[in-house]
């Protein structure tokens, strides 16, 4: 029985040097390069590389949702966002190329779809209620989260972000993954964070094992501070909150 690995990413806000660092941590734990790349949105934002951060994903990416961020970037409307976030969300998309914006903005806002025959996978940035702005947190009731599992389509998993915060959570018969945040972690660790996948045909399998990588904090505060982005949001990078 084939065991497929899978990369969960989330939240990457245009930290190009946090996802070098991850990606090569990733290429150390499989030995090369997982199956399947499944990132959970917010691609774009509070950060100063959103270009790059795009060609990437358009090059490596085999799913990709849409986050808040990357809407607001995408339409250049940041209403309802903090000073700091609706500062860097406008200057993202002044730096966006056409193309690139018009990619962002063309992202789903959630996918179900099967790798094997016999499960599947839901994905969302935020929660099913909310898709993109929903916060499902790894504190709330179980009752909540059962409430949630019930309005997705039958799943052996459900992916998502937004909170920056890795956890994972049996719900049922569904497992709830959040792999934290690549480029702005607030789980009071400063290193990059991703989830790696081990599963198979066998919906009762699954091997698993978060990923943290350090990176130049400093080199990306420096390019923030450049480039006139709020030093709150460069200084945050350093304590990982």
Request: aromatic share 12%; glycine share 4%.
């Amino acid at each position: 029985m084939p065991i497929l690995k899978v990369l969960l990413l989330a939240d990457i806000h245009s930290n190009i040097i946090a996802l070098n660092a991850i990606m090569e941590k990733v290429k150390e734990e499989t030995n090369g390069k997982p199956d399947y790349i499944i990132t959970l949105g917010d691609y774009v934002g509070y950060n100063c590389y959103p270009n790059e951060i795009i060609e990437y994903a358009k090059k490596n990416f085999d799913v990709m949702i849409l986050g808040n961020h990357d809407l607001a970037v995408a339409l250049g409307n940041a209403d309802g966002f903090n000073r700091d976030a609706k500062k860097a969300a406008l200057w993202n998309n002044q730096q966006l190329s056409l193309e690139n914006r018009t990619y962002l903005s063309f992202l789903e806002q959630q996918q179900h779809f099967f790798i094997f025959d016999s499960w599947s996978i839901f994905c969302l940035h935020g929660h099913p209620v909310d898709p993109i702005n929903g916060y499902l947190r790894p504190d709330l009731p179980e009752s909540r989260y059962k409430q949630f599992v019930s309005m997705i389509p039958t799943s052996r998993f459900l992916f998502c972000g937004h909170t920056h915060l890795p956890f994972l959570k049996e719900v049922d018969e569904t497992t709830i993954i959040n792999p934290g945040s690549v480029g702005q972690p607030r789980d009071r660790d400063p290193r990059a964070s991703a989830c790696l996948l081990y599963v198979s045909e066998d919906k009762n399998y699954l091997d698993y094992k978060f990923i943290r990588a350090e990176y130049d904090v400093t080199e990306v505060a420096r390019a923030m501070r450049k480039a006139d982005l709020p030093h709150r949001l460069a200084e945050r990078l350093f304590f990982g909150e």
